[in-house]
């Protein structure tokens, strides 16, 4: 018993890692939207993953990256330049507390991705987190009798864009090695976002270049950090740490930009997070029933 609660233990140290790590990136990219471009941000960190990637990638030969899903490849990468997209230009105008929680809700629209991707029906047990879930997130965009809060919906829709990302690279992973997905993915968002990062380059400071290369470096483990944590241990082990994102952005955002999260920011949140941590319980449930034979 000890033997397996070693690596589930070792896996939540990882996540831990990884959640920091994340929330660091968003600070450094709320810092250099400041004067940098959206899109010059997104192209320097995919441009540094993929340098980064190379060794690993090169190493078993060039042949190693044939691929036949060379149009799920980019699919996935237009999801992947979309999400990250939207994800800093909303961080740049809405408190990052709210930014991370927004990206954080993702889990809850994978189901609805599926099924329209599948057609595979959702269970019944799954809509009352789901729609938990989505008040929170309700509450989060502000509808008023002025309109939505739009970058507060740029922010869901980053991570609607992370959800039809996060089925894309499920659907790879039935043929495809994880370095040859990571390799397509950084190369084809690099190809897919650089001639839109062109200009204004002038106009960045170098603190900015800084912070870009963090970005990249830091959004890079980060992704190492996360398959390895997975690889080790069932997601509903550690799934649940990724929301301490929220509060690490909630911290930054306070440190750095003094903002202090309102009611209507506490209490979206609280209820985005009640209905992924009950997504997680009940999948874990259905999980166990299946392995029993029970349905």
């Known amino acids: ?46 441009l540094i993953c993929m340098l980064l990637c190379l060794p690993s990638v090169l190493r078993p030969g060039i042949a190693s990256l044939r691929t036949e899903r060379l149009g799920l490849h980019l699919f996935r990468g237009l999801a992947g330049v979309l ?14 507390v ?10 809850l629209v994978v189901p609805l991705v599926i099924w329209a991707w599948n057609r595979e029906r959702i269970a019944g047990s799954a809509w009352l987190p789901l ?12 509808p008023s009798p002025g309109g939505l809060s739009w970058w507060h919906a740029a922010g869901f829709a980053s991570a609607i ?25 950084f190369a084809l968002s690099l190809i897919c976002i650089a001639p839109f990062s ?17 970005i ?19 997601a509903s ?12 952005g909630g911290l930054w955002g306070w440190l750095l930009w003094q903002q202090v999260p309102d009611q209507w920011s506490v209490l979206g949140s609280a209820l985005v997070i009640a209905g992924g941590l009950l997504t997680i319980y009940l999948a874990r449930d259905r999980k166990q029933e299946t392995e029993l034979g029970v349905v």
């Not at 709210?98 to 889990?107: E, K, N």
């Not at 370095?179 to 397509?184: D, E, P, V």
């Not at 062109?198 to 963090?214: F, P």
């Not at 082990?237 to 690490?248: F, G, R, S």
């Open 83 to 96: 999400g990250f997209y939207l994800y800093y230009a909303a961080l740049n105008h809405i408190p990052m």
């Open 237 to 248: 082990a550690i799934a649940p740490i990724n929301y301490l994102a929220v509060v690490l």
């Open 1 to 46: 018993m000890p033997s397996e609660r070693h690596p589930v233990r070792h896996a939540i140290y990882l996540s831990l890692m990884m959640v920091a790590l994340a929330s660091t990136a968003a600070a450094a990219a709320k810092y250099a939207s400041t004067t940098a471009p959206t899109a010059t941000i997104v192209t320097v960190q995919y």
């Open 131 to 142: 729609v938990i879930g989505f008040i929170g997130v309700a509450v989060i965009l502000r």
């Open 216 to 234: 990249g470096i830091s959004i890079y483990y980060t992704l190492g950090l996360y398959t390895r944590a997975y690889g080790m241990a069932p």
């Open 198 to 214: 062109l200009d204004g380059l002038d106009q960045i400071r170098w603190q900015d270049w800084l912070a870009m290369l963090y």
């Open 161 to 185: 864009a992370l959800a039809i990302s996060m089925v894309a690279t499920f659907h790879l992973a039935v043929t495809e090695p994880d370095s040859r997905i990571l390799f397509y993915y």
């Open 98 to 107: 709210d930014g991370l929680l927004l990206r954080q809700s993702a889990p």
